[in-house]
């Protein structure tokens, strides 16, 4: 893989070949590559009419995400076009002012919209779901009856369009690609689909070639660039000497189609990268460029060659897409908030209250009052529904108090700041943290690397107040509401301690940021932090919702070799498999067999001898048992996440822990707060660590609370997030 840096905001990253003897859509490669269909779970056609355009077909592909044909008229090249569009899972949860990203492909010589979702979708595809970034994926030429077309002929006519506008008969009523690829499409998209106003541009060979020049000739309009093969240097090559002539009218009229001119077989009489090296290092001083060139070596020109290293151009692509994504959301959050007119004063605002146990919240109008020393006032913006929610409404939780507003999963900005509050201020993105980090020095805890249990507000947090002994919410009649785990996001604004906001880059989308607040974090940090799974270990996951599955991630991430999950579910095998898990184990009573626990099945079939961690995320104090029995003997470790009801209480044989076993627990999976989340947001947006997968249900409007609840109930439910 080869990555090179553009003045300006553009960047590059090509791939290069030698040994090349094969067109564009050859057919010999060098290496073998699984079948195009392995990638297939689920395929239908459909024919829907929408406006001027059509769905051909909708495939689903590996991972959850949708594999469009369509069809639309243009009226850059007078016809109909046909391209591909993948778009990934999470699009649907995407906030209704924002699009997802995407990727352009422009492909090679011959080839038309379905070469590169035949011979690289199986791989192109699943990293564009686990980045989050659609493919759009064009023809290369128009097509049709009265269209120009030279039928013998290979590198002109339908199939090589070149990425240009003809400007010569009989080419130039239909062949208006750069006018089509640069202008129409990505309206088109845009407007159909909501899909890419953040673009990037890729492509092979002929495609390689109109991706340099349309990406070098307008940076601005594209965030990054790469190429595979691509034909650097046209005007002085069979290809582009023929085409050039025959669409502008001579070869001196595409230079400014010339990745060099701003000269396999094919490598050094077609391609030519040398020449656009040569051409970078005569640049000028103030626009030179750096370029590495990755050659390698057995690869053809073939679009299996494009498949072995496809994922690695969609992850630097995605990296930058989600970058520029980021940049103009904070950009526009920075000029869509002005709290002047709300400082210091009450705010009124919709809240959903928590009247008694076991009863559905219910819509109010509270007044929030402004922020009291060492406090923060925060308008949020998403909130996530967490268990915990549940099980305090549900009356489970000791410390719970009603009339309350629970959440504590939230995005949100801050509005205003109390006296001696230092390290926010009005507009900065913040997650609020039930587990607070006061950072004194006179505090062993956030001392400590042992722990990250701050004990500085938890006795008035456990007493549903402020630091202060008091509350800030009050319903219409001015009776008190209670806060709930120093959060209480349920509400358009609430009021927390400076001590439990963790700043966080503007650039993170707060809908997505609030998985940071509790679940996610938690599971993560139960295998990194709390028990330091380390690389090669095995692990046993019991209760696959969004922690479970947070810590099969944790622990595929840290290099686990055999994760087991079990849950009674067998729906929630698919995203655990996606994450990481080897094996899964349906631990219903009539399912293990042989009258067998799930114990016996980790230690003695699955293991000789019991994994190395296991990891409670049910709540349930028999399956904490069998969790920690299910641990190797002598050294294995069990750690519980999951929040038993009020009054259970965990047993085991003291055998269990006489012969070498260890059972701990963890909250907020060990992670400092104020220090740590800021740390998982960044690796978000550096493309290290996805979360978009917890979301599966969106809901709009602080009021659609107890629709989110119901589907958490449902139990398909990872993380419904509400919008405000």
Request: aromatic content about 8%.
């Amino acid at each position: 893989m080869f990555f090179k840096s553009l003045v300006r905001p553009l960047l590059v990253a090509f791939l290069g070949n030698n040994n090349n003897n094969n067109s564009s859509g050859g057919n010999r490669p060098t290496t073998t590559l699984q079948s195009s269909s392995s990638a297939v779970d689920v395929s239908t056609t459909t024919t829907t009419t929408a406006s001027s355009f059509e769905i051909l077909s909708t495939t689903k592909v590996a991972g959850g995400g949708l594999y469009h044909r369509i069809q639309h008229e243009s009226y850059s090249t007078k016809t109909s076009m046909i391209l591909g569009l993948f778009i990934p899972s999470t699009h649907q949860h995407r906030p209704t002012d924002e699009m997802t990203p995407a990727m352009f492909w422009l492909s090679g010589l011959t080839c038309d919209d379905t070469n590169f979702a035949i011979k690289a979708g199986p791989v192109a595809f699943a990293a564009a779901e686990q980045y989050n970034i659609a493919l759009v994926i064009p023809d290369t030429s128009p097509r049709g009856d009265g269209v120009a077309d030279v039928p013998d002929a290979s590198d002109l006519g339908m199939g090589a369009g070149f990425y240009i506008d003809a400007t010569q008969e009989p080419y130039a009523t239909n062949y208006q690609m750069y006018s089509y690829i640069t202008q129409e499409l990505p309206k088109f998209v845009q407007n159909a689909f909501s899909i890419g106003k953040i673009k990037s541009i890729s492509g092979h060979s002929m495609g390689g070639h109109g991706a340099l020049t349309i990406a070098m000739k307008d940076p601005s309009s594209w965030v990054a660039v790469s190429a595979f093969s691509p034909i650097c240097n046209p005007t002085k090559v069979p290809w582009g000497k023929k085409a050039f002539e025959a669409y502008l009218g001579s070869v001196q009229a595409g230079r400014d189609h010339d990745a060099t001119g701003m000269d396999d077989p094919f490598l050094e009489s077609q391609l030519t990268p040398q020449a656009l090296l040569d051409a970078a290092a005569a640049a000028s001083t103030s626009s030179k460029q750096k370029i590495s060139l990755n050659m390698r070596p057995g690869y053809d020109h073939s679009y299996y060659f494009i498949s072995s290293f496809i994922e690695n151009h969609i992850a630097y692509h995605a990296t930058r897409l989600n970058k520029a994504q980021g940049v103009l959301r904070a950009s526009a959050t920075a000029s869509a908030d002005d709290f002047s007119k709300t400082t210091g004063k009450p705010i009124q605002c919709k809240a959903m209250v928590a009247r008694a146990p076991k009863q559905p919240l219910i819509e109010e109008d509270i007044i929030v009052d402004p922020p009291g020393i060492g406090e923060v006032r925060v308008k949020v913006i998403a909130n996530a529904l967490c268990h915990t929610d549940i099980y305090t409404l549900d009356g489970n939780d000791p410390e719970g108090l009603f009339p309350c507003i629970l959440g504590h999963e939230a995005g949100c900005i801050v509005e205003s700041v109390g006296p001696g509050v230092s390290s926010v201020k009005p507009g900065d993105h913040v997650i609020p943290c039930y587990t607070p980090q006061c950072s004194q020095t006179s505090c062993i805890f956030c001392m400590s690397p042992k722990t990250n249990l701050c004990p500085e507000i938890r006795s008035t947090q456990g007493q549903g107040v402020m630091p202060d002994g008091t509350t800030r919410f009050h319903d219409k009649d001015g009776n008190d509401i209670y806060h709930f785990m120093g959060c209480s996001t349920m509400s358009e604004y609430t009021v927390l301690a400076e001590i439990s906001c963790a700043k966080i880059s503007k650039e993170m989308a707060l809908e997505k940021a609030c998985l940071f607040g509790c679940g996610i974090s938690t599971g993560l940090g139960a295998v990194w932090n709390t028990c330091n799974v380390p690389a090669d270990s095995s692990v046993a996951v019991f209760g696959l919702g969004a922690v479970g599955l947070a810590v099969i991630q944790g622990a595929k991430m840290a290099g686990a070799s055999k994760i087991i999950a079990i849950d009674i579910n067998p729906e929630k095998f698919e995203m655990a498999r996606r994450l990481g898990a080897t094996h899964c184990v349906d631990s219903s009573p009539d399912k293990l067999g042989d009258n067998k626990s799930i114990q016996q099945v980790i230690a003695g079939d699955l293991t000789d001898w019991g994994v190395d961690y296991s990891f409670d995320c049910t709540g349930n104090v028999n399956v904490m048992r069998a969790a920690l029995e299910s641990c190797h003997r002598g050294w294995g470790e069990s750690c519980v996440i999951g929040v038993a009801a009020s009054g259970h209480e965990i047993s085991t044989r003291p055998f269990q822990l006489v012969t070498g076993r260890v059972w701990k627990g963890t909250a907020f999976g060990g992670f400092k707060s104020r220090r740590d989340v800021p740390k998982l947001v960044q690796r978000y947006l550096d493309g290290d660590l996805p979360i978009d997968h917890y979301i599966t249900h969106t809901f709009e409007g602080v009021d659609k609370t107890n629709e989110a609840i119901d589907a958490l109930h449902s139990g398909s439910c990872l993380r419904a997030v509400v919008r405000y």
